[in-house]
């Protein structure tokens, strides 16, 4: 019997893991279908029950019921713990396991496919939403020297920044605050989705080894141009993050691990 997979969201049309787990399956000849679900307000649990009830194994959850999907289930993996909110769900002997695979996605992103190791890296993320929580425990898990998250409410980041604990050396700031001397940016802002940039100051960018937009299919945005301006020595989006989100999701539901990188070339938007 065919397996069945899905991801549910709202709005669901602009999703990209149909085509991404379909190509998964074909690479490993796997009998499973995945099929986008547009979930009302307020319908989210019942459908995720309906769904298991019909034989569904496994879900990616997007926005706005990310949050909702690490709430109900019985048992959240680290990851999703940390940030409070799930991308992938698993239904296992009668228990739904939650996980949380940007931030992990994120980094494999940066190591495999654009050759920049983060360990001993000083690191700052912009914006303290969703993003930023997700990627805090991948990126301390591969050996960062220090992250700085900055935002415009420095409460709100300090408390992004305590997550951890003393795990690693994770400090929070104002943006005017931001000086010269990160290895890697990150922006977990929604700016880019707007055609903005985030208050960065450009000294921030100078030396810097990679800039990293998670949006993607946006272009050179407001945020890699700055970097751009200032000399960053690479720039990139997030399209290699949606994909290796998905193969982490894909290898955690099926055992197998797909390849990547002729469907990041396929989605990939020039940087121009």
Same mark, same amino acid.
């Given at each position: 019997?065919?397996?069945?997979?899905?991801?549910?969201?709202?709005?669901?049309?602009?999703?990209?893991?149909?085509?991404?787990?379909?190509?998964?399956?074909?690479?490993?000849?796997?009998?499973?279908?995945?099929?986008?679900?547009?979930?009302?307000?307020?319908?989210?649990?019942?459908?995720?029950?309906?769904?298991?009830?019909?034989?569904?194994?496994?879900?990616?959850?997007?926005?706005?019921?990310?949050?909702?999907?690490?709430?109900?289930?019985?048992?959240?993996?680290?990851?999703?713990?940390?940030?409070?909110?799930?991308?992938?769900?698993?239904?296992?002997?009668?228990? /739904?396991?939650?996980?949380? *695979?940007? @931030?992990?996605? +994120?980094?494999? #992103?940066?190591?495999?496919?654009? $050759?920049?190791? %983060?360990?001993?890296?000083?690191?700052?993320?912009?914006?303290?939403?969703?993003?930023?929580?997700?990627?805090?425990?991948?990126?301390?898990?591969?050996?960062?020297?220090?992250?700085?998250?900055?935002?415009?409410?420095?409460?709100?980041?300090?408390?992004?920044?305590?997550?951890?604990?003393?795990?690693?050396?994770?400090?929070?700031?104002?943006?005017?605050?931001?000086?010269?001397?990160?290895?890697?940016?990150?922006?977990?802002?929604?700016?880019?989705?707007?055609?903005?940039?985030?208050? /960065?100051?450009?000294?921030? *960018?100078? @030396?810097?080894? +990679?800039?990293? #937009?998670?949006?993607?299919?946006? $272009?050179?945005? %407001?945020?890699?141009?700055?970097?751009?301006?200032?000399?960053?020595?690479?720039?990139?989006?997030?399209?290699?993050?949606?994909?290796?989100?998905?193969?982490?999701?894909?290898?955690?539901?099926?055992?197998?691990?797909?390849?990547?990188?002729?469907?990041?070339?396929?989605?990939?938007?020039?940087?121009?």
């Amino acid at each position: 019997m065919t397996d069945r997979y899905a991801v549910f969201g709202n709005p669901i049309a602009q999703t990209k893991s149909p085509k991404l787990h379909t190509a998964f399956a074909e690479q490993f000849g796997e009998d499973m279908s995945y099929e986008a679900w547009e979930i009302e307000a307020g319908g989210f649990e019942e459908a995720v029950h309906a769904f298991i009830e019909h034989g569904g194994q496994g879900l990616n959850v997007t926005a706005p019921f990310k949050v909702e999907a690490e709430a109900m289930a019985d048992d959240s993996r680290e990851s999703a713990a940390i940030c409070g909110a799930a991308n992938c769900l698993k239904f296992e002997d009668g228990r /739904i396991i939650a996980e949380n *695979f940007d @931030g992990i996605g +994120l980094v494999r #992103d940066i190591r495999r496919n654009l $050759g920049v190791d %983060p360990k001993g890296k000083r690191v700052l993320i912009a914006g303290a939403g969703g993003a930023a929580r997700g990627a805090l425990e991948p990126l301390i898990e591969a050996g960062v020297a220090e992250i700085v998250i900055a935002n415009r409410s420095v409460e709100r980041a300090q408390e992004v920044a305590g997550l951890l604990g003393p795990r690693g050396s994770i400090t929070a700031c104002g943006y005017e605050a931001l000086e010269p001397g990160f290895d890697i940016l990150l922006n977990g802002t929604s700016a880019s989705l707007a055609g903005a940039a985030p208050p /960065i100051p450009g000294v921030a *960018f100078v @030396g810097a080894e +990679l800039a990293y #937009d998670l949006a993607y299919g946006k $272009g050179l945005t %407001p945020f890699l141009a700055q970097a751009k301006e200032y000399r960053a020595r690479q720039i990139a989006d997030g399209v290699g993050m949606l994909v290796e989100q998905a193969a982490e999701a894909f290898h955690w539901w099926r055992g197998k691990w797909p390849e990547t990188s002729a469907l990041i070339a396929e989605l990939t938007v020039p940087l121009e």
